[in-house]
């Protein structure tokens, strides 16, 4: 065995190194690249270890990312589509959120309404007039009742989505740690 050392580069950085002789691994003093000893033929060589395995490292925490982008996208489209679900849309066309105040001042107006007018009809010992006044207040009822449903499923399918959202935006913080 070679006790004198053996002259060999580094095979990253090219730099000189001298190893002793039956040395398998050394560090590359200049480029810090952990190296395998090879014999070939003829000749010794070195062999990059770490490097290679950081490069792969790499271009598995780049398909991660591109994988959970993705998955971002998939998610934004789907919430896209499904949201409209639950939107309601005005005379123009335009998608609005269920429970809206203006929607709730409407109704109340109703109901108020229909309540005076059962009032004004007994007042007026008109039974017809007190009937409608009933069926008007129970309509605004219902459908304040329906818009508050509404708003809730809505806000339950929005913070599903939220949720997902935020724990692939925080897998991907994960996955580009170094
Ligand atoms: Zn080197």
């Known amino acids: 065995m070679n006790t004198k ?7 990253h950085c090219g730099a000189a190194l001298n190893v002793p002789g039956g040395t398998r691994f050394v560090t590359c003093a200049q480029c810090k690249s952990q190296l395998e000893v090879r014999r070939g033929d ?6 990059v270890l770490k490097q290679a395995r950081e490069s792969t490292r790499a271009v598995a925490v780049d398909l991660e990312l591109v994988r ?3 998955e971002i996208q998939l998610l934004d489209r789907a919430w ?4 409209k679900r639950h939107l309601q ?9 269920p429970g809206s105040a203006l929607k709730y001042v409407t109704l109340s107006i109703i ?20 009937m409608a006044g009933v069926i ?6 219902f459908f304040i009742w329906r ?6 499923e809505y806000d339950r399918a929005f913070n599903s989505y939220q949720k997902k959202r935020q724990s692939l935006l925080l897998s991907l913080k994960e996955a580009g740690k170094p």
């Open 136 to 141: 008007g207040a129970a309509l605004g009822l």
């Open 5 to 11: 050392g053996i002259a060999l580069n580094c095979n």
């Open 80 to 83: 896209d589509t499904a949201c």
């Open 89 to 97: 849309r005005d005379r123009n066309g335009e998608y609005l959120e």
């Open 147 to 152: 818009e508050t449903k509404a708003r809730a």
């Open 42 to 47: 003829s000749a010794f060589f070195t062999a």
């Open 111 to 130: 109901v108020a309404l229909g309540i005076a007018v059962v009032f004004a009809g007994m007042a007026a010992g008109s039974v017809p007039g007190s």
């Open 68 to 70: 959970i982008h993705n």
